[in-house]
């Protein structure tokens, strides 16, 4: 058991690095190319945030394990909304952007709604499945949302959100031919072998333990691949930078949702359990709550206490599904 916990870890840290390095490596060819620093910040840092947790989910679709790839898509949004926030609320209150929150909440909810209409649309015997059309729909409104909010860069011109994209690609340097090989090879290396221990050695734990594959996705992985974000949300509350925080987490829930669940059900329909419907519900409860407190707080800030709240009901939401 403890050798499985070990290994989970280690696959975790070679995920995070592989995806780093992998990043770097691109990012550099894409300089040698001539690409400009927002385009390469809007698609290959964008994306390679999300390379652990893709890895993944084709590790786990492959395997048929279908209640991890959902488990960790929901267990991620919820680990976000509740902890990420929670824990950046506490060292400094967070700025709520209006346009976040007029915007992007709404669009994810709609994410939400549409996972939970496919998720219970088809039912074979006990089971509802995601079939690959289905999965496919889920990656369309993926791309709709990545163009729009593209669109709506260009329209805004937000500079703040400009400056920390092009910030994030000038940190990357320019390597030389032969570093940029060896980068890309550890960088696929260390998120396949890294999906391979998260993913093989979640489904071990959860035999031994007598808990499914939904508990531990939605726990162990999903507060796994939420780290990037946990420690992104501590960076930016010491830089005193939270208005961009929640901007980042409700785009990377959506994606969540809607790519990662079409990703594994595109390579092999998923399973949808019915549990899972009372955790969107669940999120999307809690997406309504924090729209509450931006909305109708003068300040659009959440100081504090709310953010000691939300980790509290994030303990709580943890121990009942325990």
């Known amino acids: 058991m403890i050798l499985e916990i070990i290994l989970v870890v280690v696959g975790f840290v070679f995920l995070i690095k592989g995806a780093d390095l992998l990043v770097r490596a691109a990012t550099s060819i894409a300089k040698r190319f001539g690409l400009s620093e927002m385009l390469i910040g809007l698609t290959i840092v964008a994306v390679g945030t999300s390379l652990p947790e893709i890895f993944i989910t084709i590790t786990s679709a492959i395997d048929g394990h279908s209640d991890l790839i959902i488990g960790n898509a929901i267990g991620s949004c919820i680990c976000n909304f509740l902890l990420v926030i929670g824990i950046t609320s506490l060292i400094r209150p967070v700025k709520f952007n209006k346009r976040i929150i007029k915007v992007h909440l709404p669009i994810g ?3 939400m709604l549409l996972l939970l209409f496919l998720g219970n649309t088809n039912k074979i015997g006990e ?12 990656l369309l409104f993926t791309v709709l949302y990545i163009i729009y909010t593209i669109y709506e860069e260009n329209k805004i011109k937000d500079q703040k959100m400009d400056e ?13 031919v032969g570093t940029i090989i060896i980068y890309m090879i550890l960088g696929i290396l260390g998120l396949k072998f890294g999906s391979d221990f998260v993913v093989d050695n979640s489904v071990i734990i959860a035999s031994k333990l007598g808990l499914s594959e939904r508990f531990i996705g939605m726990t162990i992985v999903a507060a796994g ?18 208005d961009l925080l929640l901007g980042n987490i409700s785009g990377s829930n959506i994606l969540n949702l809607c790519f990662l669940v079409g990703l594994g059900a595109a390579i092999n329909p998923l399973i949808f359990a019915t549990d899972f419907n009372e955790s969107i519900l669940i999120l999307i409860a809690v997406t309504m709550f924090l729209q509450l407190i931006a ?3 003068p300040k659009n800030v959440l100081n504090r206490k709310w953010g000691f709240l939300l980790i509290i009901v994030y303990i709580i939401y943890i121990w009942c599904m325990v």
């Open 127 to 138: 089971a509802h499945v995601i079939y690959r059309w289905q999965g496919i729909v889920l």
């Open 225 to 242: 691949t939420a780290l990037p974000e946990i420690i992104t949300g501590i960076i930016s509350a010491k830089r005193n930078e939270t």
């Open 109 to 111: 909810i709609v994410a």
């Open 164 to 176: 920390e994209i092009l910030k994030e690609v000038r940190e990357k340097e320019n390597y030389p």
């Open 295 to 297: 909305t109708f707080n």
